[in-house]
């Protein structure tokens, strides 16, 4: 079988189970199989595939058809500028959530130097992203999953950041290591009850750890709010990513730590998507 007969099974069999990115998920998917770029997809569809390589490629379209990311299947997602390696230890990395690494940039256009903590760090993408952009600034990322922070040590090697990152393992409660000039963090926010809601890609294959808010879905932001009043500088910043019904829960409980509501921040379908504020 050649390159273009085999994507247009693997489009097929994607359509059926209404997956609406069906062509380009078959396209990824032969990339991976056979080990080349999409390019080379395109100007060799007459190419014969080899049978282990049309084995793989089939496999990957099986478990694409059953829901599973294609981030997931490939081992990687691009954020902000850059690649990261991700697996079903850490969530995606999402679009939206770049607002957060625009933000701190913004925020820091005139700085030269900044120690940043990312709470819950997962695969980096967050705090990576920060540093590959300010190179005289210094990250600490702390997360209670030990396989989330092995993904964001491989993130860190690729990317040529190990020397300005330090990871821990820890619940931010038991946390107590340095004094920070800006603090972020995309911690769990989502109800409990509102996880099986959640569409089917996202509730059967990534972590719940890193989703699961509690019954409100403000119980991991509280834990966040309280441990950053103890760690951040005075006049340091706190952007947290919160959920889009959250803005006036959380803003509460940041005045009542003591911090002054600096901006809300809206995602680029106008649902609110993070709050930043600084320690008064």
Not at 78 to 96: A, G, M, Q, S, T
Not at 99 to 106: A, C, N, P, S
Not at 208 to 235: F, Q, Y
Request: hydrophobic share 40%; aromatic share 8%; glycine share 6%.
């Amino acid at each position: 079988m050649n390159i273009q007969s085999a994507l247009k099974k693997g489009q097929l069999i994607l359509r059926s189970k209404n997956i609406k990115t069906a062509e380009l998920d078959s396209q990824i998917l032969m990339s991976k199989a056979i080990n080349k770029e999409k390019l080379f997809l395109i100007l060799n569809y007459d190419e014969k595939i080899s049978k282990k390589s049309l084995n793989d490629f089939n496999t990957l379209i099986d478990k694409r058809a059953n829901g599973e990311p294609i981030a997931y299947l490939t081992n990687k997602k691009y954020f902000w500028n850059y690649e990261f390696i991700v697996n079903k230890d850490v969530l995606i990395p999402r679009p939206d959530t770049e607002v957060l690494v625009e933000k701190v940039l913004e925020l820091a256009k005139n700085k030269n130097r900044l120690n940043v903590l990312d709470i819950g760090i997962g695969s980096g993408c967050i705090l990576l992203s920060i540093l590959m952009e300010k190179k005289n600034f210094y990250g600490t990322g702390v997360d209670i999953s030990s396989k989330s922070l092995n993904i964001c040590k491989i993130n860190s090697h690729k990317l040529g950041l190990i020397n300005r990152v330090k990871l821990f393992k820890s619940d931010i409660d038991n946390f107590n290591h340095g004094k920070y000039d800006l603090i972020i963090s995309n911690p769990p926010y989502i109800k409990k009850y509102d996880l099986k809601c959640l569409e089917k890609d996202i509730v059967d294959f990534e972590p719940k750890r890193a989703l699961d808010g509690g019954i409100s879905g403000l119980s991991e932001i509280r834990k966040v709010i309280d441990k950053s009043s103890e760690l951040i500088k005075k006049k340091g910043f706190l952007i947290l990513e919160i959920g889009f019904d959250q803005k006036r829960n959380v803003k509460k409980i940041l005045n009542d730590k003591g911090f002054y509501i600096k901006e809300i921040v809206k995602d680029l379908a106008s649902n609110v998507r993070c709050i930043i504020s600084v320690k008064i």
